[in-house]
């Protein structure tokens, strides 16, 4: 119908063949990526192994607001390896901690802050997502949930011993659902050790960027 009411208005024009061979590439690369997408999305979705109900916190922290967060680096999914004192004086560092891939409330969080990425960007901020899976799962995951504009890090080996300087290593291996806001002096601004079970919401992340911007 869209390409029959094109042809009328456009019939007398000489330029029409490539008018709508432009309109017919536009919709078929429109549909490719939508129903990609689709897939995707179905894919991760058949992926997703739920571990039930866990006890909503099982860590003892080693870290309070003000302290100065411990340096760290770990490798990307991208290959390259990523230092917490990369980002020391130029920008403000978010560090989402969650406890497995491929698992529901994860799979669930982690694309919720693509929509959010503007915000973290109007102050200043970077987040640096973490796990203690190994690489290749990180990279599967992320694969199947689509581009996620921030870098991902794997705490694998030794095995979660960033997590565990923050003080959020459960005794089973795996880090809690916790959020970190440091500062450009590296100084922890919020933490957040949330239920397990749950997403945490991102209200708590923006405010302390506007604290931090407006002090």
């Known amino acids: 119908m869209m390409l029959k009411h094109f042809y009328v208005k456009h019939k007398n024009d000489n330029k029409t063949p490539e008018l709508i ?3 017919l590439k536009s919709v078929i690369i429109s549909l490719v990526l939508y129903i990609s997408s689709s897939c995707s999305a179905q894919s991760l979705q058949d992926s997703i192994y739920d571990p039930g109900y866990l006890p909503p916190q099982d860590s003892s922290l080693k870290v309070n607001v003000g302290d100065k967060a411990p340096d760290f680096t770990l490798p990307s999914i991208k290959g390259n390896n990523v230092s917490l004192s990369d980002y020391m004086g130029k920008n403000n560092v978010v560090i989402s901690f ?5 698992t529901p409330v994860c799979s669930d ?4 802050y693509n929509i959010a990425e503007t915000l973290f960007k ?3 901020a970077v987040l640096l997502g973490i796990t203690t899976d190994n690489t290749p799962s990180l990279f599967a995951w992320t694969q199947q949930m689509g581009d996620l504009w921030f870098p991902v890090l794997s705490d694998f080996y030794p095995h979660g011993k960033v997590a565990d300087q923050f003080g959020i290593l459960r005794s089973n291996g795996i880090s809690e659902r916790a959020l970190f806001v440091i500062d450009k002096k590296g100084i922890i601004r919020y933490i957040d050790v949330h239920d397990i079970n749950k997403r945490p919401p991102i209200d708590g992340i923006i405010h302390a960027l506007e604290a931090i911007e407006n002090k």
Do not use: H, R, T
């Open 109 to 112: 969080q982690w694309p919720g």
């Open 98 to 102: 969650v406890p497995s891939a491929f």
């Open 122 to 124: 109007k102050y200043d």
């Open 21 to 23: 061979k432009s309109l």
